[in-house]
């Protein structure tokens, strides 16, 4: 049995220490590794329309972000306004912002 190695994640007392610039780099990875579609990674590209996101693909996004970042359930109504990837980064950044989780604030 192998020992597990630390990632690049900082973690302190079991917890990962998150910062806006790597919470906003993650979200990336993580919105390229569900893209159905082969489109443009960039701030406004569209999740539907650029990158092929359909709506089981966007259900497995929202869960791997919920599941990641240890968000609330998202409600229809504002899963109807994240529309881009900066729409996603945001909804996240805001939704750990509120909740206390960044170890410090890095504006982006």
Known sequence: MGVEQPTDD???GGT???????VRALIGEIIRDLMPGTGELAPEARLIEELGFHSLALLELAFS????FR???IDEAT???ILTVQDVENYVVTQMRTSGRF???VAV
Request: hydrophobic share 20%; net charge negative.
């Open 10 to 12: 900082h973690v302190q």
């Open 16 to 22: 990962k220490e998150w910062t806006e610039t790597r």
């Open 65 to 68: 972000l919920e599941d990641e």
């Open 71 to 73: 968000l609330p359930t």
């Open 79 to 81: 899963a109807r306004t």
């Open 103 to 105: 170890s410090g604030d």
